[in-house]
């Protein structure tokens, strides 16, 4: 495969400007989602942490040469009548970024600098990009020391993906280097666009016929999707609203789990872990969750600028007797299996149901350059709707959960809840690691508390004059789109009843 992706994109790698290219099948995805959302809501960003003597106006130079070599961060996305789809378009670079102001806190003590720089990232998080006009590449230059600064970078999803940040921040201290020294970097190998055409070729090619037939027969459209309890409804007039709550999962959990199954990689365990929750919470045996997978599968890829990432349906049958042990192996083999035929799935053959999301990302590395070093300190993609997406990180010694969820579905105690309890269920599965799933502690003791004790107190006085209907009219009145009933695959609200 390797060999023809080079074959393919020989001659193509220098990219005429102001030339059409086909959007690949995640641009063309994302494509259809923006033209309903706003240009914030879909994007990849990061903190680029940079330690050491910096020279800035060597930086912006830097940053500049990197777009100049990735055609992908100079290119305009345009709907062309002529060819009746919408179009990437290699511009000459001239509106292809935006410069924020610089932002010097060094005169600010510590706990003031991380609330300015949570500020700063809020901004930059609101400002728009314009996938026809320009940019899609924002920049924010922060300086919290003399040797010490950090590099706020936002792109449209259009652009980039969660391993773009990290190739981003590898050519930038790259290019910072060639800068400082008046040197040329070398040619790079792939452009985007030409990836792109080599994708769409592709999946309309026999050459994947086995893996469209493996999607196909997975059937993923026909599992019924239950809804998560905490789940509420919301008006087709309420706009998607992405948010997060992150937690960091104790060290002797994470090194636990590890020293547990070292030969399976701990990302595995914690899919099983977050598939076993849901599936406790719905009662919903067969569970499915999106996994987020790179897509870069030949080496010529890994260092491509540009989204190539497809979240791929990992489907389980979960048995309440089943020993974790043998469900991690499971979902092991099924994440493998899917691995192997993620060029192939391009999402109509499953129907793309509305499924829970996962992804894992190990510790960036870090660059040096003449003195400096480069590393990705923070991150954060959103490439497409979601309702309820888990992202864990490593971070040194810190495991850190990210509970993606989106606002009109899910309110803060629900996903505190749901946070805590998948805590609780690591810790759970470390000390036992041979328990049966449906025995698997989700309740810490403050909660089994509450609920052994405290919800079982009837010493509280209740009017004898008040019948359950008028309790269970305050309730609706209350909380009117709040679930009240699930039975089956049907739930109802207290509005509806």
Not at 35 to 49: I, M, N
Not at 399 to 422: K, N, P, T
Request: aromatic share 10%; proline share 4%.
């Amino acid at each position: 495969m390797e060999t023809q992706i080079l074959e393919y994109i020989a001659d193509t790698t220098n990219l005429p400007a102001t030339e059409g290219y086909q959007l690949s099948p995640q641009q063309n995805r994302l494509w259809s989602l923006q033209q309903v959302e706003d240009g914030a809501t879909f994007r990849a960003q990061c903190v680029l942490l940079i330690n050491g003597k910096l020279d800035t106006a060597i930086l912006k130079a830097a940053v500049e040469t990197v777009v100049r070599r990735h055609s992908i961060l100079r290119t305009s996305f345009r709907f062309v009548p002529e060819a009746g789809v919408p179009l990437q378009i290699i511009e000459s670079g001239d509106n292809c970024l935006c410069w924020n102001a610089d932002q010097v806190l060094s005169a600010e003590e510590p706990g003031r600098q991380k609330i300015e720089l949570e500020r700063l990232i809020g901004e930059l998080s609101r400002q728009p990009f314009d996938s026809e006009f320009g940019p899609l590449l924002r920049l924010t230059l922060i300086t919290t020391s003399p040797s010490e600064h950090r590099l706020l970078i936002a792109l449209s999803a259009l652009c980039a993906d969660e391993v773009t940040l990290r190739v981003l921040a590898w050519e930038i201290s790259r290019a910072y280097a060639a800068c400082l020294k008046d040197e040329e970097l070398s040619e790079i190998s792939m452009q985007y666009a030409a990836v792109s055409q080599w994708l769409n070729e592709l999946l309309e090619s026999d050459e994947i016929d086995a893996g469209r037939e493996y999607w196909r027969s997975r059937n993923i459209s026909s599992t019924p999707i239950i809804r998560h309890p905490f789940d509420r409804k919301y008006t087709e007039s309420e706009s998607f609203k992405p948010q997060v709550l992150s937690i960091d999962i104790r060290r002797d959990i994470v090194d636990r789990l590890g020293a547990l199954w070292p030969a399976t990689p701990l990302a595995e365990c914690l899919l099983a872990c977050w598939q076993i929750l849901l599936w406790r919470h719905t009662g919903q045996s067969d569970v499915v969750v999106a996994r987020e997978f790179d897509g870069r599968t030949e080496s010529d890829l890994e260092t491509v600028i540009g989204p190539l990432a497809k979240f791929l349906p990992i489907q389980n049958n979960i048995q309440a007797h089943q020993p974790f042990s043998e469900f991690l192996k499971r979902t092991y083999e099924a994440s493998q299996e899917a691995a192997s035929w993620q060029e192939a799935f391009a999402g109509e053959e499953t129907g793309e149901p509305d499924v829970y999301y996962f992804a894992y990302d190990e510790e960036p590395d870090e660059h040096h350059a003449c003195g400096l070093t480069f590393r990705v300190e923070r991150s954060y993609t959103c490439t497409g709707y979601f309702k309820l997406k888990l992202v864990c990180r490593r971070e040194g010694n810190v495991l850190r959960a990210e509970f993606h969820y989106d606002g009109r579905c899910f309110d803060i105690d629900g996903i505190s809840y749901i946070a805590r309890q998948f805590h609780t269920l690591l810790a759970s599965v470390a000390h036992n690691p041979e328990e049966v799933a449906g025995k698997l502690s989700l309740l810490g003791e403050e909660e089994q508390h509450q609920q052994l004790v405290e919800w079982n107190d009837t010493s509280t006085e209740f009017p004898a004059s008040l019948g359950v209907h008028r309790v269970f009219e305050s309730c609706a009145a209350a909380s009117p789109l709040s679930v009240a009933l699930i039975e089956d695959n049907v739930q109802l609200s207290y509005g509806e009843l």
